[in-house]
Structure formats: structure tokens, C-alpha cells
T-cell receptor, first 113, second 115 residues
Framework: KAGVTQTPRYLIKTRGQQVTLSCSPI?????VSWYQQTPGQGLQFLFE???????NKGNFPGRFSGRQFSNSRSEMNVSTLELGDSALYLC????????????FGSGTRLTVV | AQTVTQSQPEMSVQEAETVTLSCTYD???????LFWYKQPPSRQMILVIR??????QNATENRFSVNFQKAAKSFSLKISDSQLGDAAMYFC????????????FGKGTSLLVTP
């Protein structure tokens, strides 16, 4: 059974550009969530999608957005990149039942220069 | 907002020994979920163990067990018979009820396992 797949694994962008990250969940998983991980702030929740609808959103500016497609694949977009957006972005999927917990991908390392 | 505190930035344990990682959290909810995740250098977060707050019994998964003290809002992880492969960052996470999957993580504890 394939795990959660995130592409690309590494990305270097210039300040002011925009970026799109992709996440393919485990087959059958309907919930996809995104987290930002930095040395200073740790792991912070960005947003969660369930059956193509955003169910939850963290405390991030509107430059951060996402969407989920009918096959449960999800994309995360960051516009007008800032140096502080450099981070590991982790995607996680779940069946949607509360007690199961997440399965995480290996993340996309974004560096903004 | 709920906060999760891991007071030990780094811990060290010898192979085959037992180590306990601490986690405290702050919440006014009575029903919630708690998790321990492991993040090795491969970066992938791996679920180690989970606990539902309404269950009195401490969760156990092979060499991993928790000491859940609801009144004290404490959720420590005990690793028995430590192995070299246990070396990683360990994160404690809290999930409130009816929040979808918005996990609130602690800052993590780096566990070093020495031969």
C-alpha cells in the first residue's frame, strides 16, 4: 500500500514568487492536512481538507491557500513568497475517523532566497 | 488556545535501557486525543502511540507505553529496551474534539541512543 506522496521533495524559490506543492494521500483517505515545520516555530497547522472542502484553517496569512481534488489529492499554494516561508511542509492523510491519527508524507523542503 | 509543552529538548539513553519523555498540555476540554509522533532524519512523521482522553487505561504499543495523567494534564512516553533505531525527534500532539485533524504539536524532544 503506497504511503503519502509529496512532490517535489526540494524546492528553491525567489522572494516574491509563488509556489505550488502537491500531496497524494493514501488510497481511500479522504482527509488531507498540511503543516509547516520550522526550527523556530516548530510544527504549525496550516489547513485541512475533507472531501474537497476546507474543514479547518490555522493562523496563517491569506498568501497560504490550498485545495483538494475529487481524487483526494491536495495542493498547497503560497503566493508572494517571503524569506520566512522557508520551511519543511508536511502533508498528512487520514481516513477521516477521529481516532485513527494521521499518516504523514516525507515533506517538501522549501527554501526561499 | 491549547498549548503542548515538551520540557526536554534533548534526551540520551543507552541501548537496552528505558527512557521517559515528558509532555504536558493545557486544555479546558474533557474529551480529546493525544499522540506521540517520531520523526527520524528521513523527515517522515511516524505515529508511535495514541490515547483517547476518555479511556483510563494507558495505551501500549510493543516497547512504547504512555503514562496518561488526565488531572495533571500530563502525557509521558516510555520507551523500553531502547534500540538504535529509536533515535529521532519525538513530538507530543494534542487534538481537541470536533476539530477535524488540526493537531497542536509540542516543540519536540531529540532522543539520542548510544551503544
Amino acid at each position: 500500500k503506497a504511503g503519502v506522496t509529496q512532490t517535489p521533495r526540494y524546492l528553491i524559490k525567489t522572494r516574491g514568487q509563488q509556489v505550488t506543492l502537491s500531496c497524494s494521500p493514501i488510497s481511500g483517505h479522504r482527509s488531507v492536512s498540511w503543516y509547516q515545520q520550522t526550527p523556530g516555530q516548530g510544527l504549525q497547522f496550516l489547513f485541512e481538507y475533507f472531501s474537497e472542502t476546507q474543514r479547518n484553517k490555522g493562523n496563517f496569512p491569506g498568501r497560504f491557500s490550498g485545495r483538494q481534488f475529487s481524487n483526494s489529492r491536495s495542493e498547497m499554494n503560497v503566493s508572494t513568497l517571503e524569506l520566512g516561508d522557508s520551511a519543511l511542509y508536511l502533508c498528512a492523510s487520514s481516513l477521516g475517523e477521529e481516532h485513527y491519527g494521521y499518516t504523514f508524507g516525507s515533506g517538501t523542503r522549501l527554501t526561499v532566497v | 488556545a491549547q498549548t503542548v509543552t515538551q520540557s526536554q529538548p534533548e534526551m540520551s539513553v543507552q541501548e537496552a535501557e528505558t527512557v521517559t519523555l515528558s509532555c504536558t498540555y493545557d486544555t479546558s476540554e474533557s474529551d480529546y486525543y493525544l499522540f506521540w509522533y517520531k520523526q527520524p532524519p528521513s523527515r517522515q512523521m511516524i505515529l508511535v502511540i495514541r490515547q483517547e482522553a476518555y479511556k483510563q487505561q494507558n495505551a501500549t504499543e510493543n516497547r512504547f507505553s504512555v503514562n496518561f495523567q488526565k488531572a495533571a494534564k500530563s502525557f509521558s512516553l516510555k520507551i523500553s529496551d531502547s534500540q538504535l533505531g529509536d533515535a529521532a525527534m519525538y513530538f507530543c500532539a494534542y487534538k481537541p474534539p470536533d476539530s477535524g485533524y488540526a493537531l497542536n504539536f509540542g516543540k519536540g524532544t531529540s532522543l539520542l541512543v548510544t551503544p
